[in-house]
Nanobody
């Protein structure tokens, strides 16, 4: 069974940092693009960051560019992990953060996706709350 599990959320003050992780199990995600999205109360799910399967290409929402960094660890195929390093957090970053992955297929090393409906697998989310 395919499963994505996020971790690392929490309550922090503005200006602090958090590092989210997404661990994949049930199959290997080392060769598919992955991404992070977030959803605040009363708002639609929005794109945060995406990474190609090789890690060569990364793409960010304007609202987080320069503050967030997406990365992935494909070295251990049994524990593919995607990270989201979040620095200089702001109250408007408060949301549930979701990890997403594409289904197994052939992708170029630089392909990434930024629309939620382009992804096939989702984690259950981790809460990030930033106080002012």
């Amino acid at each position: 069974q395919v499963q994505l599990v996020e971790s690392g959320g929490g309550l922090v003050q503005a200006g602090a940092s958090l590092r989210l992780s997404c661990a994949a199990s049930g199959r290997t995600f080392s060769s598919v693009p992955m991404g992070w999205f977030r959803q605040a109360p009363g708002k639609e799910r929005e794109f945060v960051a995406a990474i190609s399967w090789s890690g060569a290409r990364r793409y960010y929402a304007d609202s987080v560019k320069g503050r967030f960094t997406i990365s992935r660890d494909n070295a251990n195929n049994a524990k593919n992990t995607v990270h989201l390093q979040m620095d200089s957090l702001k109250p408007e970053d408060t949301a549930v953060y979701y990890c997403a992955a594409k289904k197994m297929a052939t992708y170029s090393s630089g392909t990434y996706y930024s629309r939620w409906y382009e992804y096939d697998y989702w984690g259950q989310g981790t809460q990030v709350t930033v106080s002012s």
